[in-house]
């Protein structure tokens, strides 16, 4: 049927794989997962015609054309800027995608063709949970926000440091005064002072030698101690426990390792906590000093000593903050959003997807369907369940016929690059703007070429005249996308906003997981899920997913399917009995079939 | 036999919890450790078999047998993917072992060319689970009577076209644990003072879980599952709400029975006349409308198409691990895959 299959995936073999990426052995650990997979297809299909590509689908060498070569393109992403991307490619090139995602017992799998459904980004996505400075930096309440500060802490030490991945007290924490103005005055105060504080903590480590003992006692004892003079904070909240640690150290006694468990799932006591503080940053310095002059480590789950480094970090935060400690096993789940995935989830949305690629093959695309894969079976005793595609959304910023969005920011305050980086391309999910001002003069604020308009970065857009009511217009032509863009000029943005699109759903806190890990991983991919994302080179999990589940109203039987969806109401279209359509996740999924040619592309 | 596999049995080696991190994961290293003591028949290693074995074989059981008496052929090395194309002409069981094993070295895979009509009752007694596919109604109700009774798990599975079904039988007492959050109690004294913003209340971690242990009674026999009384008024007004392949299913049996073999496309005239006799025979026995299956119900059950393979054994697949892991709810007790609508279905039939 198929004339070619090209497979791009730029991702290697783990080990982690193994127990449900089939295509794969021991011994292939390391090697390039489309090359392998190709391998491994024509093993039992030696007459399917593979290519294979090590590459990265955001490569530009993907253009337009490339797409054109196929009839049908099938994403088994695992992050929202390759699925945004693809999304935008197959609308360029008006070929049929088909999107899919799971993770744990959760799947889904839906179809998307140009002017017939809705795109990708027609509907809004929750976007990656993020939590406001002072909360990682004062006032913890969970595990999660010390894991974050944990794998900040990790930069400012020994990677690249960031002026939003701070971990000392936060002085301008709007709890701390009464009035807007007094806040205002603090954070200015506190970003002009030349005091201690101001010192970059990596250049405090190496005035210290890295040493771990002043180390603990400066981010477990003294900042905390300090935290504690900022006595609004504790008025109804319980306040933290400085740790001292010559006293930890009497405590400290050997710990017994039970048999039967994984070593990692294993909670050690706050004293062999600071022990494993202590060693893990003896290794981590040794290994920036092996690296050289300048050198940064970056986070990596599967790096023994980062993630010892994060382990102790956290939990001894944990504590000081009368939280219960996690094992290394639960930490490195939420520090490396590890996804938990089998391989039945996978071999029933591969199945499905197939199952509509036949669909479009054959000409049948109005017998596509959006299909989920629940836990358990819905009040309607289904286990899978098919709905109607919806239509394109009218106001979609992609794929309405011309795309406007509206953004609120601070002229005087937002730099070109700011603009490029932080809203082009992580918000609207563009890889290569050109940014030209409405202007009459057709200024040209951003180019795609590189160095062309370098020396913009570093100057605000009112240098450039834009100010309330300019217009932008942005082109990524490699999407051959066009989006317009309304700038409204705003100086009350809440704190750490740097920009708002207007018109977007506020971000909230997901409702809390009534049950299982699947609603925790609600997320469109690991590499976006909630904020401890600080490494952006550590290979992500491979399974993305999403999404959820279908209905509906609570039902009396033991499944608890409409609580596993939470707060995630969608209106069903069941394909059989015509009710109003369904909004769909996000997806991702795993493998094609093994149908003549195929590119398998990463 | 299930309940006596020992969890606190052995530690669980570095390699397994490198290879099983994303499981252990998901369901636990208690489930695991199950898994890793379960041994399991798969009777008919055809497209639904191969998916089968491989779901469990990369699950991590201790040990696996693949039965089947029959012989490659052409046909089946395009919906099985473990049977290397060079294979024609030997046993499937045994073309299927190499790549079968490959899956995962950790698991025993074992291949038997028997066949499974001929195989005494002791050689069921071995096995923690048994997985029928292809096999006749009397042999999958002879082996189900005898397993449930040695608390042995059944499943049964087929695929038929772009249809496909699993039944289980779990026994009379199948114990389980699910995992559910702590309760989260809400705060009752909430800030009503003016002096200030509203303090957060400090809450509870809601990655922290407890177990619940549950029984669950009603599995029945196939037999019985199979043998429904549509007869009165009570069963004839449920009809509306029963998937139409509860039936479609009972015509195919019929028809493997008749035949020895399923509608196969080379004969596919003749073998849609049979379908069509059966159905109305079937139906009419039932004291049901012929009409309950279309006219053209034929069209979409021959062949074994490997989508709906994948489908069906994964979903197959999942309960075996559930059941073995003795965690989750299992699906009560038959799910019906319709591939052309893409909607499945779990839904018990048996004595209430």
Known sequence: MLAKFGEIDLDTIDVSNLNRQFLFQKKHVGKSKAQVAKESVLQFCPTANIKAYHDSIMNPDYNVEFFRNFMLVMNALDNRAARNHVNRMCLAADIPLIESGTAGYLGQVTVIKKGLTECYECQPKPTQKTFPGCTIRNTPSEPIHCIVWAKYLFNQLFGEEDADQEVSPDTADPELSWNPADTEARATASDQDGDIKRVSTKDWARSTGYDSVKLFNKLFKDDIQYLLTMDKLWKKRKAPLPLDWLELQKLACPQEVTGTGLKDQHVLGVAGYSQLFSRSVETLRSMLADKGDGAELVWDKDDPAAMDFVTAAANLRMHIFSMNMKSRFDIKSMAGNIIPAIATTNAVIAGLIVL???????????QCRTIFLNKQPNPRKKLLVPCALDPPSANCYVCASKPEVTVKLNVNKTLVLALQDKILKEKFGMVAPDVQIEDGKGTILISSEEGETEANNSKFLSDFGI????????????????????VIHCEELEKDVEFEVVGDAPDKAPTPPSSQEEQKNFANGNKDSAEPSTSSNAPAEQDDVLIVDSDEEPSSSTMDVSTESGGLKRKLHDAETGEASAKRQRLDQATADDDDDIIALD | MIDMIE????????????????????????AQKRLRGSRVLLVGLRGLGAEVAKNLILAGVKGLTLLDHEQVTEESCRAQFLIPVSAQGQNRAQASLERAQYLNPMVAVKADTDRVEEKPDEFFLQFDAVCLTGCSRDLMIRVDQLCSQNNIKVFCGDVFGYHGYMFSDLGLEHNYVEEKPKAVKPKTEESNEHDGPEAKKPKVD??????????????????????????????????????????????????????GRDPNPESFAEDSTLLRQIRDDVLEAMTLSSELLPHDFVSYCFSEMAPVCAVVGGVLGQEV????????????????????????????????
């Not at chain 2, 969890?7 to 208690?30: F, H, N, T």
């Not at chain 2, 669950?216 to 199979?226: E, G, H, P, S, T």
């Open chain 1, 467 to 486: 100010r309330n009511g300019s217009r932008l217009q942005v082109d990524d032509f490699l999407q051959d996308y066009t989006l317009l863009v309304n």
């Open chain 1, 356 to 366: 509509e690629a036949l669909k479009i093959l054959s000409g049948d695309v109005e």
């Open chain 2, 7 to 30: 969890k606190e049995d052995s530690i669980i080696s570095e390699e397994e919890a490198a290879q099983y991190d994303r499981q252990i994961r998901l369901w636990g290293l208690d």
């Open chain 2, 321 to 352: 691990v559930k059941a073995l892991s003795q965690r989750d709810a299992p699906h009560r007790n038959f799910f019906f895959f319709d591939g052309m609508k893409g909607s499945g279905v779990v839904d018990y039939f048996g004595p209430n």
């Open chain 2, 206 to 259: 809601p990655s922290e879980t407890t177990m619940i242990k549950k029984v669950n009674v009603d599995f029945c026999c196939l037999k019985d599952a199979l043998e429904v009384d549509w007869t009165s008024e009570k069963a004839k007004s449920s009809l509306k709400r029963t998937p139409v392949d509860y039936f479609l299913l009972h015509v195919l049996l019929k028809f493997r029975t008749d035949k």
